[in-house]
Nanobody, 117 residues
């Protein structure tokens, strides 16, 4: 079974930066749309918020709450997708999940981001 692996979460002060990374071994990575979602405490999995998507053709999508602050990038040679998060706000605090989607969808276990002074 395919398992995506996220890393890079942690504690950062407001205004700071973090870089999340997701490894996706064992899939034809270049064929997949890669996304980052986040899930607020108490919300169900189907209520996850789409943060950013990078399609295999290069088109990108960002949620309104992160536009101008977050940047998604991918390395098809390494099967990885990153999320550079700048100007972090307290409200960005939550668990972030990596997703790979094509005809099937795969998820990671999540990585916690805490923005606090």
């Amino acid at each position: 079974q395919v398992q995506l692996v996220e890393s890079g979460g942690g504690l950062v002060q407001p205004g700071g930066s973090l870089r999340l990374s997701c490894a996706a071994p064992g899939i034809p990575f270049s064929n997949y749309a890669m996304s980052w979602f986040r899930q607020a405490p108490g919300n169900q999995r189907d209520q996850r918020e789409l943060v950013a998507t990078l399609y295999s053709g290069g088109f990108t999508y960002y949620g309104d709450s992160v536009k101008g602050r977050f940047t998604i990038s991918r390395d098809n040679a390494k099967n990885t997708v990153d999320l550079q998060m700048n100007s972090l706000k307290v409200e960005d605090t939550t668990v972030y999940y990596c997703n790979a989607a094509a005809t099937v969808s795969y998820w990671g276990q999540g990585t916690q981001v805490i923005v606090s002074s």
